[in-house]
Structures are given as C-alpha cells and as structure tokens.
C-alpha cells in the first residue's frame, strides 16, 4: 500500500488493523485510536481520498490503495496544511488527541465542499467526537480553512 | 486468522463453497466492530472489496439491480433520487467515514434488528439476491431476515445485490436516538408511497428480533385511502384513521427494554414516526398532483 | 532508554494576550506523542486480567496456563505487590491486585506481560480464577442499612458530611421540596490510559505517564512497589484529556510491577472498554430538598439529604461530598441550613473525580428548588435568584464569609438580558430540529424553552489540605539571547497550562524566548491539574520564582553598574530610573546563569467542623451562570439545546483563547450529562461499555455558546485570576434542565433525561 506518496510492503499478519499498522508497524502515531469500535474519529485517514475509520479495516484490505495520514499533509517540516493552520490559529484543540481525526474529516469534507455552510460543516464533521472544546473552536477552524484553501 | 482476497466474484463464491464457515468483509463496519471487542473471532475472512461487479449498479427489467458493495455514500449521491427512502437512511448511518466505508450488502449480512437500511428495503418490497457456485436465487426482504442477527442466507451464499423498483411516488425515512448525530436507532421506521400500485409500505427497525414490515398497517392505511378515494381526491386523511394507523404500525413491534430505550417508548415513538411519515409522503403526494 | 516525548518549544506572549498555544503545532502535525504514542526497544505489552463479578471472594488463581502460553514474560498476582497492596487519594483502601475479595466489576486481578499485545491478552485469558460469588450491594440507600454486608472494615459510610447552620427549627411561609436524581457520568477522555515503565536495572523504574498529578502518584507507587520515593521517577507523556479521569492510579502500578520483574520496558494500553473500568466516574445521586422561603421571596432555610454512590472503594469521594453539601444551596444566601451529605460505598464501579466534584450534582437540586420556589411565589425564576444572591461579605452555610467580587446577580442579568436566538425556523434544515439528519420531525410538535441556572465552587483544595506548586526558573543566553526555561510539575492535560506559565515567565521578566520544560518528578509536586487550580496556584508559583529571578538580575546590574536604586528589567534591558536603556539583559548575563526554584502556597484553610461543617474550609469560590434555549419535540422526547449563554467571572483571563476554550468545552460536558451520557449499571455490572452505546455529544448536538467574561480581579491571587475550568460544567446542564421543564411542563427531576421521561 502506498502512505503518504510511499510504497509500503504489506502487513505480515492478515488479523492487523489498518491503525494498528500504520502506527506500529510503519510507526506514524499521528493517527491516534480513541475507540476501536468506529465511533470517535481519532483514526480516521483518507482512503483513496476519501475519511474512512482505519480502524475498521484490515491492513491487508488497504493493499493497491492510497492511503493519507496526518503526517502526509505537511511532511517533513513542510509549512502547515490550510486545515493544519487554521485549527493551530483558531484555538480548533485542547489535548489535541482528536484533532489528526478532524484534521483528515475537514480535508476530506473541504475537498468535495470547498465552501461548505454552517450546516454542512456539523453534518461535514459530526463523525468525530471531541472531548475538550465543545466544537465551536472547530467550526471557527473549518470557516478558517476554507478560507485560508481559497 | 485466514484473510482470502478474491479478485472476481466466481472466485469468492468458489471460496465461500469450499470455506462454509468463512465470513465474508465489505466495507468492515459491522463485522470489524465485533472483532475488535473480541465478540468474533473469525477463522477466515472474505475480503469482497477487490470484487468490481459488487461495486456496480444498474436497471435490470424495470427494477434498479444495486451491488452489494454500493457504499452509502454512493446511495445517497447517486441514488438519491431514485431510491429516496433509501438515501435518507443512507444518511443516519454512523458517520461520513462510515458511509464511505459500509454497504447495504454489509447491511444485510449482519442482519441486525437496527440496520439502517432494512425498514426502507422492506417498505420497498426489496429483492435481496444470493449467489453460491450453484446458483443464484432471489430472497424478497420481508424474507430475508430470520433471526436476532439472523438471516435466509446458506453456508455457502453470498450476498449479490438487492433489486428494487425506483420509486414511484414519496418516501420517507426516521429513525429516533438520542444524539443528534452517529446513533443507532432506538426505533425507526421507513414508509414508501407507490400512486401506481396504491400501496403504502411501511418497514420497522429496531423494534424486533428482526427488521418488521408492518402489514396489517399497510392494509389499513390502503383500505382507508381507497375506501375514502383519497389516491384521487389528493386531500388528508381523517386524524382517527391516522391515529389508527399509528396504532397498528406500533402493534406490528416486538420490542424489549435495553440501554437505548424502554418497549414502551419504543411503540409510543413508532406511532408517532408512522403519522408523520405519512403525512409527509402524503402531502408530498398531494403536492404532485 | 527514553522514549521520544513532546518537543519543548519556546514562545513568549505576555499575561492577557490571546497567545497560540506552543504545542499546537505539534499536535496539528500528528507529531505530539501521547502516552499511548509511547514506545523503546525491547518493550513487552501488559494486559490485565479483571474481576467479571461485582463482588466475589477469590477462592484460587492458577497462572500456569498464562505463563506457558505464547511470548508470556511474567504472570503477577496480588502476591507479587512487594510493598503494601493499599492505595487510594484520601483513604488506601483499594490493592493494586485485588487479593481476596473483589468489589466491583473490573477489578484487576492479575497481570501478564507478553512480546506483543495480542499475546498478552490471550494469555490474561489463560489466567483461571475461581470465584464464590456473593450478592452484590448496589444501591447506596440499602448500603447504609445496619443489616447491609460492610464492604470495608469500617462499614459502609465513606463519608457523611453534616452542616448545621442558623436555627435548625425555621420555618417558612412558603415550602417547596423535591427529590433529584442523578446518573453516573464518565469522564471519557479521548485518549484511553497508557503508560510506559522501564526498569533502570538497579531495583527503580522510571515512568512515563499521561497523569494530572506525578507527585501524587510517585507517592502511592512507592508505598505499593515497596521503593523509596527517588526510586519512582515520572515523567509527563501527552494526554488525551483527562477532566478527573487521571487522578487515581489506573495502570500505573502495573506497569511498573511487570516492569520490575521482567527487567524490561513495558507498556500498558487501555482500550476504551477497559477504560471505562479502568478509571473512577463521577459520583451518581440522589438528592432530598427542602426549601423554605417568605411570601417575598427570601430564602429562609434549605434542608437537603444528598447521598452519593462511592462504588467500591473511596477515590476522592471523601472531598466530593464535602463540595455537594458545602454548597448545597447554591450561590444564595441562606440563614439556615441542615445538609447532610453521605457518600457510601457499594459495589458499583468506583467514583471519584469529574470536572465540577460535587457541585455538579447538587446544582441540579438547588436550582430545580429554585425554579419551584419560583412558580410557588409566582416570581420570575430570575429574578428570585437575583434577590437571594451571594454578594461580597455574604456569609455561606459553613459560616465562611466570601471576600472580593461576588457577582452572582450581575451573571445572571447578564445571561437574562442577552438577546434570544430567532424562534425555529418554519422548513429549517434538519440540522437544527430535535433529532436532527434523523427526520423525526419537520417542526411538528416542537416547543421551545427558556432556563436559567448559576453555580459556583471552590477553587483549589479545601479543608486545611497543603495546597502548594513549585517553579524553577533558570534565565541564562543561548544565541546571544535571553532564555528562559520554567520546570514544573503541573500538568498540562489540554488546558493550556504551559501557554499560561510561557505567559508569566514571558510578563514577569520580560523575556521573548521562554521554554517550558517537561514536566516530571525531578522538580517539586505542583498538585494535581484539578479543582481549576494549576494557572492559580503553579502559575503563582512560576510567577514567584520569576520574581526571584528579577530581583537577581536587578541586584546583578546594580553590582555591575554600579548603580543605584530604580533599575528595571524592561524588553530584555536593563533600563535606568529615567527610562534609559543602559545595558541589554544579554549583555548583562554574559555566561551567569540565574536559577531560582519557589513554592507558592495560597490561603490557608481550615476543616469542616464534623458536627456543625462549619469553617472556613475554602480558598476562592468561582461562580458562573447559563441560560439554556431547547427545543424539544415533546412528542418523541427529543431535545436541540439551541444556545446556550453564559457569563462567568475570571478574574483575570490569562489567556483569552484558552478561557473561550474552557467555557465552551466544559459547557459540552454539562450537556452531556443533562442530555445523553449516562454509565448504565445493573447489579453491579456496566451495560454500555463503548462510545457506541455511552453517548458523547457530536458536533449537532452542541449549540453555540454565547459568553460574556468579566475580569473583576481577585484581590488575593496572582493577577487576580480565578479558576476558570469547572464552573462552564455546573450550571450548564441544570440550565438545560430548566428549559426543558419550561418547554414541556414535566417536572423532569432526572438527568440525564431520557426521552421516555418526557413523553411517557
């Protein structure tokens, strides 16, 4: 599978998840695992583009895919991501152990709604829980990153 | 644990047939639920997200033949239109990463008395479609589900696609929990209009052992609007009858108390999401004209 | 053999500015490692086998399947706690591995370290306890009847809390009562608990924690590992949320017990099941109020039996009753009042600290009473408030006069007379109905409603406890410029501690580059990051050692300068009486390094009288109030919190951003409690162990939270802050509960109100 523009080999146990692997055995840590059951977001990537919960999935089943993680949007030092920059500027985190999950819903929900409304935002982002700010911080992050992505 | 990746369709049901006891993996968000809090343990796994056909839809004499792999995601965009019932509901499950993920074949597969797409499937008098090395056959949804998490397919079946007509007149979708948003349903209910037919369907999630299509209150609801001759008038039922209708669509329940919500609740809500369906569908009816 | 740890950044900001926190960066990089991030060569993973009886005797444990089974390091039972297998915050009554009995379910009883997590929890399966099952004490009411089994030597009251103030024979013209009850809330940080402990190979170990206290911990490990204090070293990992859930010891012990005895690093990670075992909840209720007033609407006497259910074993439960009873009535003025506050053990699962600690249960009581009190006089609820408010020099029922700005009427006019949101909007998106994508309805049957609550707490610790923190400050040149690097052990669990410390450090002395560095055990205890203490009481602290450092350089440039009086630290310079610059800092310091270490205590306090509860037992109050607008649809039950407005006076706001931040997020969590979250428990046993079935509120549930901040100053406190963290989480929900009465007409004396209780 290839994480972040790089061709990784492919999981030697079928029984290991898609966020344990990308932790553990490619050892980004960025995607955080708050549940395991699908319901919190912390892991969430974009599959071929798209947020899906790598927790949900089998590493094996991301073999041939495209597979983005937190560390791939701003690598090695890169200036922050838009999403990155306006959730850092808006105050969008507190323990920040949610915020890779909404860092990656945001670019997945800006991508395929670059102007998104109040409502489709909360619609846009409601799969994913956080525990410090109440969310208003966040929706102030994604008007931001909309449009600092202008 | 065996994890087997087909990359044809022949090729998983050669798979299922020679592996009975195998369970098959779509979009994973059910079946890797239950793994990770370690109620299953699988032996072997049937990775059908490689399989193209079940990623496909398209019409098949007079009815839309939907893959089993369609994501909600892809109902709601592409589908929506035809299948609105569908695609509301498509829109209460789990969340954006899980529509990108999950399917209606998934769906189906676990069977649960609360999956989301099962009171629109039975409303619409669905067609789930089975496949094994000996053939395919056709289950109609009212069917289909046997069980708590128990369903007509065989050991050695695989879910093909569901086939059902594009509609034909309005349909709606509820489903009550206590959040806002990502909740599974402490009951819900799914009603199709069909003007064609003058049939009214309604399905039942959450409320059973299994998914429930509320029959008696169909035919009181038809017998009402016919005896009435309220398909051509276009104008509201009488509040008795709708309260009647709500009654029985509550009736149709088998609920139980758990930690989403009493029994009592539960019918006390149905009756309230069957009057309000139909009055929606209805006055959209009514707005067609 | 450290594990990577979050980056010490520097950044400067002075006290008042709206400053980035310094670790965001970090975080929004996905490169902040959280406990659970954490990892060294050769590390074992630990699994712990728990109890899956809420009260059983341990008759026999075999380990010899576990130990024989794949990549299996070591099996520990309550045989190898090589100190004494006791500890607790206030009482040590819990063992580390439960020994002969356990008392709730999930109680750990043994330990196995293995290469690899999967193998540790295959093997913790392999480990046969065998049980006899006894019948579990679930209800804290049959708990404290004499016949009841004593769960712990000393019986069953774990605590009982008695204020008798004014004349205890008063009667009113007008008496309301009401009883109130209240579910068990979890604090559900995101990041469930983890940690790493690595043997230094001469008997210590050393531990790297996502923890709100390291010095409270070192203590009890010590006491359970059997080692010196120096011998446990802690060390801050990143926190995923904490809110109380972090003040107890969870894996901690364990961790280091499997490390100690296998000689290699080991890691324990909960997985959000176990967490919800893993860590203490906060205290359900049930709440008896009297309320007794004149025709003009004086408070005249409250009497109040509140009872918590402690679970299992004592926690901090001892502290949180002595909170819901001292401020039992609320932030009004009462001339007689009879509380009694009792919080028993049971077998129900452990409870202890949560965001708010015993004022979040009551205010749902005092502030239901005052709603009925309201109606009973036919007074505005407002209003009715307004007239009994707390003020400057008002006495509390412990007898205890509040000094500085008390400004409870002035909140609630403010939250009173902030415009309303626009009624609901005929075809508004679903977003914004009761139910919302869900389509339960389209307007039908929708009522909205308006309430009002107001709350206050303590800040800081209570009842003569040693309240303390402790700052380094060490000011030298790196590059030719001024740093400054602050030590603390204060935790930063996501409030911002060490954006507020840059902040002082940055004020205090004038410095651009301030570094915060780790926190951990090789400075003094900074106390726990709870009770919304820290920025008061370490930020008093970091503030204090920054002084001494300022003295220094100032007294080192009149040395070099040979100056006289009237030199000041300004900007980095040395500037002159009148103004001049006369050397750069840097200049100054050249090689000098300037190290100051503090400790900051604030006000003493007293203990409760145990007849009376009278003392003063508290240091600062904070007080906030809301206003709630729902809309319910009072057909199905459901409920949109449309806004929520609140006011709360800070003191002073160190950080703006990050004071915003608390008073939305603890509003969350008041939400939370008021609406959807509730730990199930039946005999004993958690039903919804899972974020699928115990529900957080998403991003549609919470409204915008409307805020007007006063800065009224605290004569007493650094800067004259007050704590900010838990009033957001008192009033917010009982507010909610008001504009759900008003909507629907129920009385609705449960939380969290279930749909059922509204329709059926």
């Known amino acids: 599978m290839n994480v972040n523009g790089v061709d990784h080999p492919a999981p030697t146990d079928p029984r290991r998840l898609l966020s344990d692997h990308i932790r553990h055995d490619i050892g980004l840590t960025g995607t955080h695992v708050g549940c395991e059951h699908g319901v919190c977001g912390c892991c969430t990537v974009l599959f071929d583009g798209a947020p899906v919960r790598s927790c949900l999935m089998l590493a094996i089943q991301a073999e041939g895919h495209q597979v983005t993680t937190i560390e791939g949007l701003a690598p090695d030092g890169a200036p922050l991501h838009p999403v990155q920059q306006a959730f850092h500027e808006t105050h969008g985190l507190q323990c920040g152990f949610c915020t890779p999950g909404f860092v990656m819903s945001v670019v997945g929900l800006l991508k395929q709604n670059p102007d998104p409304t109040p409502e489709e935002i909360d619609e846009g982002i409601s799969g994913n829980l956080c525990r410090c700010t109440g969310y208003a911080s966040i929706r102030r992050a994604v008007l931001r990153a909309a449009e600092l992505s202008r | 644990m065996e994890f087997l990746q087909p990359a044809t369709w022949s090729e998983a049901l050669a798979m299922k047939a020679a592996k009975p006891e195998a369970v098959p993996i779509a979009g994973g968000t059910d079946l890797m639920v239950e793994i990770n809090l370690d109620h299953r343990r699988p032996a072997t796994i049937i990775d059908l997200t490689h399989i193209k056909e079940l990623t496909e839809w398209g019409m098949d004499d007079g009815r839309l033949r939907i893959g089993a792999g369609v994501t909600y995601a892809r109902i709601i965009d592409e589908l929506g239109d035809r299948l609105p019932g569908l695609a509301m509901a498509s829109r209460t499950v789990g969340s954006p990463q899980i529509r990108n993920r999950g399917t209606v074949g998934g769906n189906l597969g676990t069977a649960s008395p609360a999956g989301d797409a099962h009171p629109p499937l039975l409303a619409t008098e669905a067609i789930v479609e089975l496949a094994s090395t000996k053939g395919t056959r056709q289950v109609a949804a009212n069917e289909f589900f046997a069980g708590p998490k128990k369903n007509a397919m065989r050991a050695d079946e695989l879910i093909a696609a569901f086939l059902v007509e594009p509609a034909r007149g309005p349909q709606q979708f509820s489903k009550v929990g206590t959040r806002n948003a990502m909740v599974i349903a402490v009951c819900s209910l799914a009603l199709a209009v069909d003007p064609k037919r003058k049939h009214v369907g309604i399905g039942i999630g959450s409320a059973g052992p299994t998914p429930i299509r509320a029959a008696e209150a169909e035919t009181f609801i038809q017998e009402v609007l016919e005896e009435h001759r309220l398909w051509e008038r276009h104008v509201h039922c009488e509040p008795s009858a709708l309260k009647q209708f709500g009654e029985l669509v509550a009736a149709a329940a088998k609920p139980i108390d758990d930690v989403r919500g009493t029994a009592d609740y539960r019918r006390h809500a149905l009756a309230v999401l069957a009057r309000r369906t139909f009055r929606w569908a209805w006055d959209d009816y009514r707005k067609s004209k | ?760």
């Open chain 3, 1 to 760: 053999m450290k594990p990577r740890l979050a980056e010490e950044t520097t950044s400067g900001g002075r006290v008042g500015d709206r400053v980035r926190r310094p670790d965001a960066v970090q975080k929004v990089r996905g490169d902040f490692p959280y406990s659970s991030d954490l990892q060294v060569d050769g590390m074992l993973w630990g699994a712990t086998v728990r109890s899956p009886h809420p009260y059983a005797r341990i008759e026999s444990i075999d380990t010899k399947a576990a130990k024989a089974a794949p990549g299996v390091k070591a099996v520990l039972t309550f045989e190898d706690v090589a100190g004494e297998n006791a500890y607790g915050l206030e009482i040590a009554d819990q063992p580390v591995l439960a020994s002969d009995v356990v008392r709730y379910w999930g109680e750990a009883v043994a330990l196995v370290a293995a290469e690899h997590p999967e193998q540790a929890r295959r093997a913790a399966d392999k480990v046969k306890v065998e049980y006899a099952v006894l019948k579990p004490v679930t209800d804290p009411e049959q708990a404290l009847l004499p016949k009841a089994p004593k769960l712990h030597p000393g019986g069953n009251v774990t605590r009982h809390i008695k204020i008798r103030h004014g004349d205890q024979n008063a009667t009113a013209e007008v008496v309301v009562t009401g009883d109130y009850e209240i579910g068990m809330q979890d604090q559900a940080p995101l990041g469930p608990e983890s940690g790493l402990a690595i043997p230094d190979g001469e008997g210590g170990v050393d531990l790297y924690i996502a923890t709100q206290w390291l010095h409270i911990d070192q203590k009890q490990l010590a006491h359970v590992l059997g080692l010196e204090p120096h011998e446990v070293r802690l060390t801050m990992a990143g926190i995923g949320g904490a809110f109380g859930a972090r003040e107890d010891l969870s894996m901690q012990a364990h961790a280091c017990m499997l490390a100690l005895k296998t000689g290699r690093p080991v890691k324990i990670s909960y997985s959000r099941p176990e967490s919800f075992v893993g860590h203490v909840h906060r205290h359900p209720g049930k709440l008896h109020y009297e309320h007794g007033a004149t025709k003009d609407g004086k408070l005249v006497y409250v009497k109040a039996r509140i009872v918590l259910d402690g679970g299992a074993y004592a926690s901090s439960s001892t502290a949180v009753i002595a909170n819901a009873s001292c401020f039992a009535v609320g932030p009004y003025q009462c001339p007689n009042a009879t509380i009694d506050g009792i919080v028993a053990y049971t077998n129900n699962p452990p409870c202890g600290a949560m965001r708010g600690f015993g004022s979040v249960q009551n205010c749902y009581a005092h502030e239901a009473q005052m709603d009925k009190l309201a109606a009973a006089l036919t007074m505005d609820p407002v209003a009715l408030r307004r007239h009994n408010s707390l003020e400057t020099g008002s006495a509390l029922i412990t007898g205890q006069v509040i000094d500085g700005p008390v400004p409870v009427a002035e909140l609630l006019r403010l939250v009173h007379e902030r415009p309303l949101p626009a009624p609901a909007a005929k075809n508004a998106d679903l977003t914004a109905m009761p139910g919302g994508v869900s389509n339960t309805t389209h307007g039908e049957s929708v009522k909205r409603g308006i309430g009002y609550a107001a709350g206050f707490k303590n800040i800081g610790y209570s009842e003569g406890f040693n309240d303390f923190s402790t700052a380094r400050v060490r000011l030298s040149v790196v590059d030719g410029k001024p740093r400054v690097e602050v030590h603390t052990a204060g935790a930063e669990v996501g409030q911002g501690l060490v954006t507020i410390q840059a902040q002082i450090a940055g004020t205090e002395l004038g410095v651009r580059d301030v570094m915060v560095l780790t926190a951990d055990t090789e400075v003094g205890s900074a106390g726990s990051s709870s009770a919304s203490r820290q920025t008061y009481i370490t930020g008093g602290a970091v503030k204090a050692a920054c002084e001494a450092v300022r003295e220094r350089v100032v007294a080192l440039a009149q040395s070099e300068l040979k100056s006289g009086e009237g030199l000041r630290l300004e900007d980095e310079n040395i500037v002159g009486a009148d103004g001049n610059v006369l050397v750069a800092l840097a200049t100054l310091l050249g090689e000098e390094v300037i190290d100051e270490l503090r400790v900051f205590r604030p006000r003493k306090t007293s203990p409760l009288d145990p007849d009376t509860g009278q003392a003063n037992a508290h240091m600062q109050f904070a007080f906030a109030a809301h206003r709630a607008v729902v809309d319910v649809d009072t057909e199905l039950g459901l409920v949109k919190v449309v806004e929520l407005a609140t006011a709360q006076d800070v003191g002073k706001a160190i950080n703006p951003q990050a004071v915003e931040g608390q008073l939305e997020g603890g509003a969350a969590q008041g939400l939370g409690l008021a609406v959807m979250e509730e730990i199930q428990v039946q005999d004993g046993v958690i039903k919804n162990p899972s974020f699928t079935d115990y529900l957080l509120p998403t991003i549609l549930d919470m409204p915008p939270v409307r805020m007007d901040i006063l800065e009224l100053g605290d004569p007493n406190s650094p800067y004259g802050l007050k704590g900010v963290g838990e009033p957001p989480t008192i009033s917010s929900g009982p507010a909610i509960l008001a504009a759900i009465r008003a909507a629907t007409g129920r009385p609705v004396t449960r939380v969290p109100v279930r749909p059922h209780d509204l329709v059926l």
